[in-house]
C-alpha cells in the first residue's frame, strides 16, 4: 500500500499539482479544507497508525514582511509556524509534517493578486516544479523545504541580518508595480 498524504489546498495550484503528483506515484490522498477540526481528525488516524506525512503550502512571504499584501503575508507566517509546531508535537511518531515555502509561482494568483508587472513575479517558477519539489520534501520528513536556492539564502542567512526597515522597503519594492 503507498503513503496517505494529507494535502491542504489541493483544489488549485501548487496543491492541486502536488495531489496529482502523489497520486500517480501510488499514493493515497486524503484532500481537506485548512481548518484546524478537518486536520485534527486526519491526523488522529495517521497517529494511531504511526505513519503518515503532511505537506502544507505557504510562500517565503511567511519569513518576510509584507507592506503591500499584509494579510497574505500573516496567513502564511501562521501556515510556516503551525506546520512546524505540529511537526514537533508529532516528533515521537513516524508522522511527519512538511511546510512547503515557494517563491513566485506561475499559477492565477498573480491575476486574483493585481502583481502583473511586481518583480516578485519575474522568474516565476511552474506548478509543476514547485509540486514535485514539496513532494520530495514531504517524502523525505524534511521540515521546511524552499523551492529556489537563492531564497533559501535570502531567507536564512539575509532577512535576518537586515534592519527591520530595510527589510520593509526591500519587501514593498517587489511588491510595488514597475515603472
Known amino acids: 500500500m503507498g503513503h496517505t498524504a494529507l494535502v491542504t489546498g489541493a483544489s488549485s495550484g501548487i496543491g492541486a499539482e502536488l495531489a496529482r ?9 486524503v484532500l481537506v479544507a485548512r481548518r484546524e477540526a478537518a486536520l485534527n481528525q486526519y491526523l488522529q488516524g495517521m497517529v494511531n497508525r504511526n505513519s503518515g506525512k503532511i505537506l502544507h503550502v505557504a510562500s517565503v512571504a511567511g519569513f518576510l514582511p509584507g507592506p503591500l ?8 507566517a501562521f501556515v510556516v509556524s503551525f506546520s ?24 492565477g494568483f498573480v491575476a486574483a493578486g493585481n502583481l502583473e ?15 514535485k519539489c514539496g513532494y520530495d ?14 531564497l533559501d539564502v535570502l531567507v536564512n542567512w539575509v532577512v535576518p541580518f537586515l534592519p527591520r526597515k530595510a527589510a520593509l522597503k526591500i519587501s514593498q519594492q517587489a511588491m510595488e508595480k514597475s515603472k
Open 21 to 29: 503528483l502523489h497520486a500517480a506515484k501510488g499514493g493515497n490522498l
Open 69 to 76: 499584501q499584509a494579510v497574505y503575508y500573516a496567513t502564511k
Open 84 to 107: 512546524q509546531a505540529i511537526a514537533q508535537e508529532l516528533s515521537d511518531t513516524n508522522v511527519t509534517s512538511t511546510v512547503l515555502c515557494p517563491g513566485a509561482v506561475a499559477t
Open 117 to 131: 508587472g511586481t518583480s516578485a513575479w519575474d522568474n516565476a517558477a511552474s506548478p509543476e516544479s514547485v509540486a
Open 137 to 150: 520534501a514531504m517524502m523525505k520528513g524534511e521540515l521546511v523545504k524552499i523551492n529556489e536556492p537563492s
